[in-house]
């Protein structure tokens, strides 16, 4: 729900068990109050003038179901340098710095795959060689058993089993990104692990890999902030919906 939509329903819940309670209370003490609660239906009368001139509280995405797969299709859309955003790669570019991905690498020659060999998002670069695989997790749906471990074995491990992962270059360059509703969520350490009976695979017990965790409304403020610094007014559309989409993450 929008924030303001939000916190007017947490304020109506309050306000009807306060007035639940005074009509059984036997105590005489209710002034200050009773000032409070006039107080809050004079603002709340304002605030609903007020959405209905602005539409701060209406926010379409609400009202949508919208699964784990949808927000890969549109995280994906938004990294993709030739996406329907027009923006080129002014997301991507913002992911990659903030991943300190080697400046070698930030441009517009990634190219972004969704939901593609069980991987949810994965970003491939030539040359450099790198990599970096999206575990989506905006349903806070369970790591499934050695679940990184196999993308990892699969998209980078196979690809080229030389990489010495002690190298910081190789670090860089090849990453891999948990993505849940909040940042203190982490994988499981089984989903990093090797599966039983895959050492003849490979010989890593678990991933060389730091996995790293970027809360979902962390990334979509990041996005938001470029958006309306760098993207015209004239492109009210997508203005729009990043203002919808950044407002959706604010209140999971």
Known sequence: ???LCSNLELLD???CDYLSFKEIATQPSWGLADEIVNGWLTRRQQLDEANAQTGDG????ELIPLKETTHSRILGEMLDPKGSHGQKSLFLGCFLRLLGVPRAAQDDKWRITVEKSRVDIMLIHDQPRSAILIENKSNDA???PNQIYRYWHQHVYLVDPSLNYQDPDVRQRFRIIYL????SKTPASHSLQRPEGWKSLNPAEVIPLQCETIAFPE???LFHREARTSIPATNVRLLAFLDFYHDYWRTV
């Open 1 to 3: 729900m929008s924030v």
């Open 13 to 15: 819940t309050a306000l």
């Open 58 to 61: 209406f926010n379409p995405l």
């Open 142 to 144: 369970w790591d499934q």
């Open 180 to 183: 849940p509703t909040d940042g």
């Open 219 to 221: 990334l979509l403020a």
